[in-house]
Nanobody
Framework: QVQLVESGGGLVQAGGSLRLSCAAYGSTASISDMGWYRQAPGKQRELVATVSRGGSTNYADSMKGRFTISRDNAKNTIYLQMNNLKPEDTAVYFC?????????WGRGTPVTVSS
């Protein structure tokens, strides 16, 4: 079993920055890719970014240049550095981890960007 613990969400003004963290516990050796998704009010859950165990990254087009995903394998933790935040970034952000037999999700951490 894999358990994901998220932190770092909160309230920020437009143009500000936040850093989200997600630590994995349990059968961490089975984890391959990890990443972040978000779900805004009235919208479907969408991909933000993913990172492989080897450090390869993938971003949604709207996040390129503002968001950076990184991974510390020694700590079993991923991060999402969010800069120049906009009101449309307001959403619940979910951490995910892909194991060999199933995927796992965190409970989500809300991010609110005031206009």
């Amino acid at each position: 079993q894999v358990q994901l613990v998220e932190s770092g969400g909160g309230l920020v003004q437009a143009g500000g920055s936040l850093r989200l963290s997600c630590a994995a516990y349990g059968s961490t050796a089975s984890i391959s890719d990890m990443g972040w998704y978000r779900q805004a009010p009235g919208k479907q859950r969408e991909l933000v970014a993913t990172v492989s165990r080897g450090g390869s990254t993938n971003y949604a087009d709207s996040m390129k240049g503002r968001f950076t995903i990184s991974r510390d394998n020694a700590k079993n933790t991923i991060y999402l550095q969010m800069n120049n935040l906009k009101p449309e970034d307001t959403a619940v952000y979910f951490c995910t981890a892909q194991s060999y037999w199933r995927g796992f999700w965190g409970r989500g951490t809300p991010v609110t960007v005031s206009s």
